[in-house]
């Protein structure tokens, strides 16, 4: 099993910004990707960057230019760097990790999540 624990949220003005992390944990698997998710009040979970093996990143039209995903692949962690945070920001985001075994077996986990409120 991988399991995923996330930290940074919080309270923040528009303009300002905020440092996602998550730290996945587990033995006997290849981590494929990493990525963040978020869903706002009402709306679908949507992909806001996700980075894969090992260094290929996509965002979210969204937020290009403006958030950054990371990994230390040392710690097993990944890191949303979110700036010029604005109010149709605000959702729970979650860490969402793909990895697979030699054998072909693939899981998708997914973290608790953690609420960004942004401020007008």
């Known amino acids: 099993q991988v399991q995923l624990v996330e930290s940074g949220g919080g309270l923040v003005q528009a303009g300002g910004s905020l440092r996602l992390s998550c730290v996945a944990s587990?033995?006997?698997?290849?981590?494929?990707?990493m990525g963040w998710y978020r869903q706002g009040p009402g709306k679908q979970r949507e992909l806001v960057a996700i980075i894969v093996t090992p260094d290929s990143t996509t965002y979210a039209d969204s937020v290009k230019g403006r958030f950054t995903i990371s990994r230390d692949a040392a710690k097993n962690t990944v890191t949303l760097q979110m700036n010029s945070l604005r109010p149709e920001d605000t959702a729970v985001y979650y860490c969402?990790?793909?990895?697979?075994?030699?054998?072909?077996?693939?899981?998708?986990?997914w973290g608790q999540g953690t609420q960004v409120t942004v401020s007008s």
């Open positions: 587990g033995s006997m698997w290849r981590i494929d990707a």
């Open positions: 969402n990790v793909r990895a697979s075994r030699y054998s072909g077996t693939n899981i998708n986990t």
